[in-house]
């Protein structure tokens, strides 16, 4: 199996490097990059060190056409131009970035501020948030991987959405993300010492992930509203809580709740509900593709609490990457993303 | 004008010992502690250096009536056994912790699980949220230092809910908090290596301030319901963001809001608001006494979002306790507070 | 292959837990704690989550002597007392405690502070710094798995000591660790808000390692002299950095010192050498088993800089234990450590 | 009396800023920036608030002449070319830059690569490390502001080596500082991804304030040889410490080593020696313009540990910058530096 990643010097190409290298079944993984060429992988992340055959390649159809499966992990814009011609000729693909994500070009248009991928291909992606959609997966030729965010929250609400159990205008999602969610890319917002001991809220009400989290609550329950939410920047590199907020349609008991959640996730190897009392912390997953999901229940408000904790660059982005690779390949979802949180 | 601390080994103490070192009223502050007797403070705290007089006395009530001000920075219980013996000797007695924050000793006993202090000396204390509340404290004996979360989430909504804007039972508080305000006492859950690269949330719907907010709320307004309170501990050692979700109960501009919020603080020395767009980050208000509130309003939710941040040892704590000394003394309050934040 | 690890509710256990879970030659890896029983072992470590079989036991000698390997991440004193009854019955031990380090009784007893192993023991005891003792390590019975410090800084001064191309009075260490090192027992130390945004130095010339360094120095070079060896803690969680000066005997080039260390590590799968004007840095190994150095010569003075980075928990602990124990069994010494490091 | 300070926007402009808003003599302090011009400083440093007239004006030299001094927090080349101007026009200035530190033009362009400043004021500025230069400070036209790590290591060193305690060519010294100390400009070193957890060292043998350290060494005594210098970065935002390292020409008690030490700086209101067996760390003088020095003395190598903490923004830069100030005023030079260290 020969695979390539096109924006090996991005974060999550440098993620997607790390699990391909010790991926059972991939024989061979390509570097790719529109802004280096000829350069060895390790002068951008000396912490790869010498692996053979990491040399960037400028983006090349002809030679990327060859791949059993392309990686895009591009900033906005990149794979809607170029993933189509790459599938059109049998290339599976599977692309981070947000540009197959929303169905309607006009949305996408409206929240990224720029052209749309073309139509067509846009009903072609299947969205890959696995647990949730395994079966469209595994026939998935072009594979919009989900946001980080988006990953988060979605399973953190899934049964109850899915269950018709909250209010459906009463979602709040207050977010919290680590810095290394923001790119490589240097600005001041980025800078170690504006960031380091300090919080800052940012795109309030307009973050471009607002429009997939609601299009996909929308397919779970037609009657679903726009949701409030959030986001923050940490100061801490991996990780992220979506901290969830719901109004319940009627009491239920936190145990019953929890079971829901353990039921609707027993079957996914990355998904772990912690007991009543208990809440997940964005350490807990780091380094690994797992999703930890604590639930608490309020009869003083009659709200639900959900916390939904992720790695950004695992299961937010090159982890569920890889295991949705995995399906789309007829693999077990689980190959090469075997292992334990690196902890503390 | 000689004052005392009791409880100068934890961190709200060293904050305050800083703060009436450079106090231009303030001659002597002389340190108390129930764990150390005759050592000086910098083995304590070594960034204090040599400073004369900053040896730590044990409680004496005798000692301390002559004080003609004593700050209480200490655990729960401590004030409620000793602070009443002062009031009756007249010296003015500022604490810092929630031992006289609520009002109904029962309440106090169900949040802290622990006995209250006597009836008279919780009615007669004074709850010194010095912005809404600049009268009494100039009046006070006994001054209740507002807690940290409470301080931030307080003037967050107080124009919201004295005009009665938003619909009164839909406050979310979303709060984020440095580490020190779990004080300075080693354990697990301060562990460097646990609280470093990690986002936790803690206390879901159980936090002791959540009744001191809701006391209040409900005396600006007596429709108010229960709130949802979360708090999420940050890998960095001040700050406080308190996030406020609210539905409001019409439209209105968000220009309208911002001058509303500029009206109600308008002499409030302590209280930034941002222009439109704007949110403000812990690190700007990093040691020092503002509290920064920035203004959000989505028409898609009909929701409003408030930021307010503070320095959770100033205005949270040994920051507003000298504010509201200086009222309780008859000086401007913002005395030996008149300086920026230390940026970055 | 069954193993053990004694001691798994502390980081090194942690990181050996995580390892040998995805070990391809470990069948089961069960955990034992003199604290803790009964208990499973996500208690302690909820990152671990619900792995089958992961319940604490106590220490016990008959349950134990069926193991293939037994691992010690035991604070001192603890193998020193229980790995001889195992060595004796057959069990492969590696410890990673510093109680069979030194050779010499009197010396462990005047650094450590407690009564020394046996020293029948002590003699038998093979120190496994993998890279330059392989072939005791694959016979070894009783593996002493070297500290985090000496690890990163043997490693850096090998080439030069063993080629004698430094004064043997000349060697200074300036060692940076983050705050794992310190391990997982609570205390003001390691408290939070102590160590965040700050750099402290502690036991200068006193650390315990500094035998340890100068007991291999002394077998590479029998006219070494003590070495000046200083720690810092650092606002990290993971990672060693150990900085190297010293005198050189004669000028000589640097592209030449680069290439004596390049054929001194060729075999080594962990070991990587830096070009002229690079240097590592702590995160380029994060998680990793590997050791990165960089080195400079500065003809002004004469004298050589050597940076060496391990992550303290990898190389200078679990991972090397790791690497021992494949030598042990007969395997090749990469055998599940075979990943890149976490970045960023 | 009137003051301005070009390079606002950057951190030591800031710092100066928040320090000359609070000095007890300074009527009036104006901000001027080579970038921007009409803005609000708020606009850059929101944690200044709105703090009246300061309105960032560009560069003028006839307005720049009308201040009683001028501060320079600026990039290389810049004071170089505006300060003999300001200072043939009667204004008081105090450079933070590097421009005027280098007695000898063609050390300055072969360290800093390009050109420097006119002899005559090279010759005319008078070098502010306060506590070794008072007198000289006190009659300065044109101040020269010492480098941050000049500081720390000069403050550490200057006893030892005036007293010829210490072998002239042993000094190594190890160097740590936090992030502001590369300035607010973005850039992949200071990315807070590449940053966080992480220790890197820079600038090997390489830094420009080598020579700086040597030409005030030179002075103290005429046979000093060259230092081995190094430079680590640090994942916090201020603080510098210096280890430093050398052998003393003969054995002598630490106490007599401290005792050395605390009457050379008896007079030094900012200078705090630590007892035997203490060392300062670099949050003890977190905020504040103090600088903190702790020693050792090995016995086995017959080398002394000195180790020196600052803040790099205060004693590093704009609170020596103040301090001089002061002193070129006639005042005493604690004016608006009276305060503790912010801790924690």
């Known amino acids: 199996m020969k695979v390539a990643i096109i924006g090996a010097t991005g974060y999550s190409g440098a993620e997607l490097f790390r699990l391909l290298q010790a991926h059972p079944h991939v024989d061979r993984c390509d570097v790719y990059s529109s802004s280096q060429d000829g350069v060895h992988l390790s002068e951008s992340f000396p912490h790869v060190g010498a692996v053979d055959g990491a040399v960037l390649h400028k983006l090349d159809i002809e030679a990327l056409a060859k ?9 906005p814009g990149v794979s809607g131009e170029w993933a189509p011609a790459l599938v059109d000729r049998g290339v599976k693909v599977i692309d981070l970035s947000g540009d197959f994500r929303l169905k309607d070009g006009a949305v996408y248009e409206r929240w990224y501020g720029r052209e ?8 072609r992606a299947v969205y890959g948030l696995t647990e949730w959609n395994r079966d ?9 991987n989900p946001g980080c965010y988006p990953t988060a929250t979605l399973l953190g609400l899934a049964p109850l959405v899915k269950e018709r159990l909250i209010e459906e205008d009463s979602i709040i999602v207050d977010a919290k993300s680590g810095v290394s969610g923001a790119g490589r890319k240097a600005g001041l ?12 809220i940012y795109k309030v009400n307009a973050h471009q992930h607002i429009p997939e989290i609601e299009q996909m609550l929308g397919t779970w329950n037609g009657a679903m509203k726009p949701i409030t939410f959030s986001t923050h920047l940490i100061p801490m590199t991996r990780g992220i ?3 969830i907020y719901a109004k ?6 936190l145990n019953d709740l929890i079971d829901l959640y353990k039921t609707s996730y027993e079957d996914a190897s990355f998904v772990r509900i ?8 964005t350490k807990e997953v780091y380094g690994s593709n797992y999703c930890d999901i604590g639930l608490a229940y309020d009869e003083r408000t009659g709200r639900v609490t959900v ?6 660059l695992m299961k937010g982005a090159a982890g569920q990457a890889v295991q949705n690779f995995n399906l789309m390949m007829g693999w077990d979802e689980v190959e090469g993303l075997c292992f334990l949180p690196t902890y503390p």
Do not use: C, W
Not at 189 to 200: A, D, L, P, R, Y
Not at 307 to 312: A, L, P, Q, R, Y
């Open 67 to 75: 791949y059993d499966a392309v990686f895009f992990a591009t900033p």
């Open 116 to 123: 749309a991928a073309p139509a067509a291909y846009l009903k």
């Open 136 to 144: 469209a997966v595994r026939e998935a030729e072009l594979l919009s």
């Open 189 to 200: 917002g980025t800078h170690f010492s504006e960031v380091n001991e300090n919080v800052k």
């Open 241 to 243: 809580m979506s901290t």
């Open 248 to 253: 319940v349609k009627q009491p239920f008991s």
């Open 274 to 281: 912690r007991q009543p009392g208990k809440f997940p912390a």
């Open 307 to 312: 916390v939904s904790v992720i790695d950004n």
